[in-house]
């Protein structure tokens, strides 16, 4: 098995060379924590927080469509 290095200067530029598309990690941290931290093109549902659900929709017009979401498990 070979590894592969990956070396770039920040998160949003290495998910957007493995996913094809940079996600907002300063802003996740952000609504991780309660904090509805707004980011251009995307919406974040905090409302289920509480029992460990995130979720955040990058806005229609942007492409590709990316949903993410979180369950934390504690």
């Given at each position: 098995?070979?590894?592969?290095?990956?070396?770039?200067?920040?998160?949003?530029?290495?998910?957007?060379d493995l996913l094809g598309t940079p996600l907002?990690?300063?802003?996740?941290?952000?609504?991780?924590?309660?904090?509805?931290?707004?980011?251009?093109?995307?919406?974040?549902?905090?409302?289920?927080?509480?029992?460990?659900?995130?979720?955040?929709?990058?806005?229609?017009?942007?492409?590709?469509r990316v949903e993410l979401r979180i369950l934390?498990?504690r």
């Amino acid at each position: 098995m070979t590894l592969q290095v990956i070396d770039r200067d920040s998160v949003e530029e290495l998910s957007q060379d493995l996913l094809g598309t940079p996600l907002p990690i300063t802003a996740l941290f952000d609504w991780l924590q309660g904090r509805a931290t707004d980011v251009p093109g995307w919406t974040a549902d905090l409302s289920a927080l509480a029992q460990g659900r995130l979720q955040a929709v990058r806005a229609a017009g942007e492409l590709p469509r990316v949903e993410l979401r979180i369950l934390l498990q504690r």
